[in-house]
């Protein structure tokens, strides 16, 4: 993870896989964010059990993406993630304790980037039925409300079928 790669599929199958197991899950229903990363962890996922109501692919230009991770700091001190220029804290000893996570850097935003586009066409072929493509590039508050209003909604078609 250190050099930007994706962490080794049947790992992170495992631990998703053991996660959806547990009963808040299985009563609740699950959101995972940023998984399956590949057609093999999609394909391993259906096998295990796990079926996928609907895959939500937020689409975020490549420039949008190297500004948010570029910019995005953290305080060591709280764990508080701010964003250079869309968020900066309002605290100068705030300010002065941030940090840049060592995978928020150009080169490693290329690597992922890089995954993403090799795996994306499959992983949506898996969910073609289910797939719901959200405008990522918006600000971060009209995508959270957009996204809230869409799982209402599909909470609400899941109840009622």
């Known amino acids: 993870m250190e050099e930007g790669k994706l962490v080794p599929d049947n790992i992170v199958v495992e631990t998703v896989s053991a996660r959806l197991k547990q009963p808040d899950c299985i009563q609740r ?3 995972l964010d940023g998984f399956p990363r590949t057609q093999a962890q999609a394909d ?3 096998k295990m059990g796990h079926a996928v109501d609907c895959f939500i692919l937020l ?13 995005r700091r953290m305080d060591a001190l ?11 804290p309002n605290d100068k000893e705030v300010e002065q304790r941030l940090v ?4 928020d850097t150009a080169d490693k935003l290329a690597l992922r980037y890089t995954d993403y586009e090799r795996h994306v066409a499959a992983i ?11 405008d990522g590039s ?24």
């Open 44 to 46: 391993e996922l259906l």
């Open 100 to 103: 840049q996570r060592s995978d």
């Open 138 to 161: 918006s600000n971060k508050a009209t995508i959270s409300k957009y996204l809230q209003d869409l799982l209402t909604q599909l909470k609400g078609r899941k109840t009622k079928g």
């Open 29 to 31: 229903g699950w959101l």
């Open 78 to 88: 709280t764990g508080k993630v701010y964003h250079l220029t869309h968020n900066p």
């Open 59 to 71: 689409d975020v230009p490549h420039s949008i993406l190297l500004d948010r991770i570029t910019g």
């Open 124 to 134: 949506l072929s898996c969910y073609a039925d289910r797939t719901i493509v959200v």
